[in-house]
């Protein structure tokens, strides 16, 4: 039952109650009340009409007139309200007016005949207060006047009934007001009930703190009692909201940094590990799992010394043991992951037994196996890079320190050759200086290829005539070619410009090596050196008529120390650096070079510089 | 001076137009019972024109209408027309006294005429004593108590017929000679009834009997109420001959029960019976149940039969009536069948014959006082009833009575012969 229905029907039914009992009573004691005073009023009536008739009868009974004028008297008193009956009779009894139909009732005569004073008498169902009157003493006759005990009966009767009526309507007016009134009493409080509820009930009061306070305000309009309670509601469900709110934002920012913690601690690859001061784990992060391959929760509350290799397990136990609440520990261990593989991790101990919040000992465990090979790796590479380093620096301080033995050879050997020699000592002599040149060129060769590949070489940018370059090399290149019986031509595209800007010694130098390398290659037929403007870029290609190059060696021989044909037994003489020097060079300049060939016909050896413009005073 | 004069001057104006005002309607109202030559003459008629007895009111009302036909046909009471203006009161007394009190004040009527029944009449005793110096006067009332005829109040009463006592007597002494020793009464509880029964007792105290058994009704029974209780109580009492002192419907149920109850003794009404009116409800009960309940009435009248044509006002009551044949009054209900002759319309021509005789006598210029003069000092009147009748207070009982019983549907006067009951 709904609790405001239930304070409503307890006081309508307690106003009923009170009403109506209330009426009851008031109306029986105001109806007896009234009987009793009804009934004297009513015997004061009879005699009143007794008294009267007998005095009105005195004459006509002594002058002997008709009885009807006694009779008239009986008529007109009849009509009296309350009057049963009326009896005259004479001085020797005989009855001379009456009001009975159709005859005077025996009782009454029987009564009237005993001369003693009736005071009631009951004449067939109806119940009458006797009056008598004598006339004149008894001496003319005697008056018997009936009241009617009915009449006071439907007195008494109308009395209830109409006092009933009228306290029934003031009661229902009552009622009507009552039930307005604790309507509205019962439908306000019932309200602050329910917004009482609605708080109780951990409703929601951000989202809608307004409405609830609203739904009160009407309320709060009233200046009675409930008024003040409402207001008392709404003022205690405003500080409510308000410390819900707070108490809200609050939570929200506890669960962020939570949320944020949480998610740290769960995502770095670290394991972070709460231990009691035994070893025990409280807590694990779930990255044990990628650490070391096993579930977190398999770990809780127990011993986690149980993965550390046991020969450092003694170590870390004392770690935890010693850890001192001031001093971070650091300690590096070995872990076994569940393949049993050997992990190398770092340990960092805090302890935080005194802290209330975590009570205990916190572990970061950070892989390092890694690392610690990179390390290991990149002290090699440092290693290697040192002896490449020092390989160079001795081939360059070694071509070095051979150029000036082999300068005297040559030098003596061609200072001997202007002695006279017969022809066996000059021809010993010419194949003695032909071998040291070679050696100087392939220890320059060596030296500029040392000094590329150590990157010590730079580029001396300059505008070079192009034509002349060209010529140049194809004046230098054609005493080998005509030894070798080649025929060495020079093609200059038509849009090659004569001026260009580059090294002109490192050009000159591919070329010729490129060159060099052709001659070299060629039993017979002919080397051509050709220049082109191609794609806004300088087309250098070297074609010949060798031996030609196997795809699958194609790449190979830019290798330092290879030549094309891989066999032990050289057929070409050469260091093999050739080709390894010219491509390093032709990268140091912007270019690669590269190679088209078929083994038996030929090879073409080309190679792209972009065509940068020149400025306008070095132009033309 | 001047002012002084001036508004002593208009002091006077003021006081005189004062005076005036004053006086102008305490003159015209002083002199009520004077009525202008050409107006009607009025006559006021309180009676019972509805309800149980309103035979006894329409019928006296129509036989004075026939005669006041007559004479307003004829050029009129000194050239003027005589006019009565009706009221009912139901034979309630006390309508009867408020509608006597209009007629007497608002109406201004001549005199009062035809008031119907004792307990309305006896209440407006009181009344015309109170007005006794106006002379307002009640003429004919329709009657036969002895209290409007002895006693206090009753100066300015003038009636015609015989009292009840007379009748009473009449009845009695008719039994009595037909050697009945026992009668009782059924009387209506009320004065008229009352006043019945008195001139019974009286009738019978002067022979030394006493009524030997009594029953009473109440005013306003109808024909349709039971009276059989009454006719147990008489019963019961050995009565040899009743004598009913009731209207027409209370008198019918009676003898009905009666003679249903196969008591065959002699029944007797007094006048007021009205008994035509009588004989129409019991000859319609007759039809009914196939009895004959006439036989063994014996009627009392103040006047004579119509049927008697030899006398002469009879003669002239049955020409006129044939001629004028007055209409209903107006209180009177339509579906009320007047009847062709009747006792009490006889009576109510013979009255108003009275009433012309007093007017004529009083003269062009009738007031209340004249009125009462001439009524005081009229002894002796010729209505045509074969003798004069005598109106002399002091002679009251020389008025006649006659006694008629019913043969051929009619009530016809009692043949010596036939005194003796059967």
């Excluded at chain 2, 009433?355 to 002796?380: F, M, Y």
Aim: proline share 4%.
């Amino acid at each position: 039952m709904n609790p405001k229905r239930r304070l409503f029907t307890r006081v309508l039914i307690a106003l009923v109650v009170l009403f109506g009992g209330a009426a009851l009573i008031s109306a029986v004691l105001a109806a007896s009340s009234l009987v009793g005073v009804l009934e004297q009023q009513y015997r004061s009536k009879g005699r009143i009409i007794a008294e009267t008739i007998a005095q009105t009868s005195e004459e006509q009974l002594l002058l002997d007139r008709d009885a009807a004028a006694i009779q008239a008297l009986v008529d007109q008193y009849c009509e009296i309200e309350g009057i049963g009956y009326i009896l005259i009779q004479d001085s020797r009894g005989v009855v001379v007016g009456h009001s009975f139909a159709p005859a005077v009732p025996e009782e009454l005569l029987a009564a009237a005949a005993t001369g003693v004073d009736i005071h009631e008498i009951r004449i067939g169902d109806a119940l009458f207060m006797n009056i008598d009157c004598p006339i004149l003493e008894g001496e003319l006759g005697v008056v018997h006047v009936g009241m009617d005990r009915s009449a006071i009966d439907r007195a008494f009767r109308r009395a209830l009934w109409s006092q009933s009526l009228t306290l029934g309507a003031i009661g229902l007016a009552a009622l009507i007001g009552a039930w307005y009134l604790v309507a509205r009493l019962t439908r306000s409080l019932g309200e602050l009930a329910r917004q009482a509820r609605r708080v109780a009930g951990l409703e929601s009061l951000f989202d809608s703190p307004l409405p609830v306070v609203k739904d009160i305000q009407p309320i709060t309009k009233r200046d009675d009692e409930v008024g003040q309670l409402a207001v008392a509601v709404s003022h205690m469900i405003e500080s409510l909201a308000a410390r819900e709110q707070q108490l809200h934002a609050a939570e929200e920012a506890r669960q962020q940094n939570e949320e944020y913690f949480r998610s740290l601690t769960e995502n770095v690859t670290d394991v972070i590990l709460l231990l009691n001061p035994e070893g025990v784990v409280r807590y694990v992060s779930p990255s044990l799992l990628k650490l070391l391959g096993y579930l977190p929760e398999d770990w809780h509350y127990r011993d986690i010394s149980l993965l550390v290799h046991a020969d450092d397990r003694e170590t870390f136990r004392n770690a935890v043991s010693d850890c001192l609440p001031s001093e971070p520990d650091s300690l590096e261990v070995r872990m076994i992951r569940d393949d049993g593989e050997i992990r190398i991790v770092d340990m960092s101990l805090i302890n935080l037994l005194l802290d209330r919040a975590v009570g205990g000992i916190v572990v970061t465990i950070r892989d390092i196996t890694e690392s610690k090979r990179t390390i290991e790796l990149a002290q090699a590479r440092e290693a290697a890079e040192e002896a490449s380093r020092f390989k160079s620096e001795l081939l360059a301080r070694m071509s070095h320190e051979l150029f000036t033995p082999m300068n005297q050879i040559l030098g003596l050997t061609k200072l001997t050759m202007e002695e006279p020699l017969n022809a066996d000592q000059r021809d010993n002599l010419i194949m003695v200086c032909g071998a040291g040149e070679d050696l100087i060129d392939l220890f320059r060769n060596l030296l500029d290829f040392s000094n590329l590949k150590a990157g010590r070489a730079t580029l001396d940018k300059q505008v070079v005539n192009l034509v002349e370059l060209l010529s140049e090399v194809q004046k230098l290149l054609r005493p080998k070619a005509t030894t070798r019986g080649l025929r060495l031509t020079l093609v200059i595209g038509e849009d090659v410009p004569q001026w260009f800007v580059t090294d002109p010694d490192r050009l000159r130098r591919v070329l010729l090596l490129l060159g060099g390398n052709a001659i070299k290659f060629t039993q017979q037929g002919e080397v051509n050196l050709i220049v082109r403007v191609e794609h806004r870029n300088l087309f250098f290609e070297v074609r010949d008529t060798g031996i030609g190059i196997a795809p699958e060696k194609q790449s190979e021989i830019f290798e330092p120390f290879v030549q094309a044909d891989g066999s032990q037994s050289r057929s070409h003489d050469g260091a093999g650096v050739g080709l390894s020097l010219a491509q390093a060079t032709a990268q140091l300049l912007g270019g690669r070079i590269q190679v088209t060939s078929q083994v038996g016909v030929g090879s073409v050896f080309w190679f792209a510089l972009p065509l940068e413009p020149l400025t306008t005073d070095e132009g033309d | 001076v001047v002012a002084f004069i001036l508004r002593s001057f208009a002091v006077c104006l003021a006081l005189s137009v004062l005076v005036l005002i004053l006086c102008v309607p305490r003159v015209a109202t002083s002199q009520p019972n004077v009525a202008p030559p050409d107006s009607p003459i009025l006559l006021g008629m309180s009676a019972a024109f509805t309800g149980p007895s309103r035979g006894v009111g329409i019928e006296f009302y129509r036989g004075a209408m026939t005669w006041f036909t007559e004479v307003n046909q004829n050029g009129g009471m000194h050239g003027r027309k005589i006019r009565i203006l009706t009221a009912d009161d139901g034979y309630h007394p006390g309508p009867a006294l408020r509608n006597t009190r209009d007629l007497l004040k608002k109406d201004n009527v001549l005199l009062l005429f035809g008031a119907v029944g004792t307990p309305t009449t006896s209440r407006i005793l009181p009344l015309l004593h109170c007005y006794r110096q106006e002379c307002m006067a009640l003429f004919c009332p329709v009657s036969g108590a002895e209290t409007l005829r002895e006693g206090t109040f009753t100066e300015r009463i003038f009636p015609l017929r015989a009292s009840y006592r007379l009748e009473a007597k009449a009845l009695v002494e008719h039994f009595l000679a037909s050697g009945v020793r026992k009668v009782a009464v059924l009387y209506q509880i009320d004065s008229y009834g009352r006043s019945g029964w008195d001139g019974v007792r009286r009738a019978l105290a002067a022979r030394g009997l006493e009524i030997c058994g009594e029953a009473t009704y109440r005013r306003g029974a109808v024909f349709g109420d039971s009276m059989q209780q009454q006719v147990e109580l008489l019963r019961k009492s050995e009565a040899e001959a009743v004598i009913c002192v009731a209207a027409y419907e209370a008198a019918g149920a009676f003898i009905r029960d009666a003679r249903d109850a196969g008591w065959q003794v002699p029944i007797a009404n007094v006048s007021f019976v009205g008994s035509e009116s009588l004989l129409k409800i019991l000859d319609q009960q007759a039809q009914q149940s196939k009895r004959n309940y006439t036989e063994g009435l014996l009627n009392s009248q103040v006047v004579p039969s119509w049927t008697q044509n030899e006398i002469p006002a009879v003669a002239e009551y049955c020409r006129l009536m044939d001629r004028h044949s007055p209409r209903l009054p107006d209180p009177a209900h339509e579906d009320y069948q007047p009847l062709h002759y009747s006792f009490v319309a006889l009576e109510g021509f013979l009255s108003a014959k009275y009433i012309d005789a007093v007017l004529r006598e009083a003269g062009p210029h009738p007031t209340r006082e004249k009125v009462v003069q001439v009524a005081e000092k009229l002894s002796e009147l010729d209505l045509g009833l074969r003798g004069k009748v005598v109106l002399d207070r002091k002679r009251r009982n020389d008025r006649p009575v006659w006694l008629t019983v019913v043969e051929k549907g009619r009530f016809v006067p009692l043949q010596p012969k036939g005194q003796r009951v059967p």
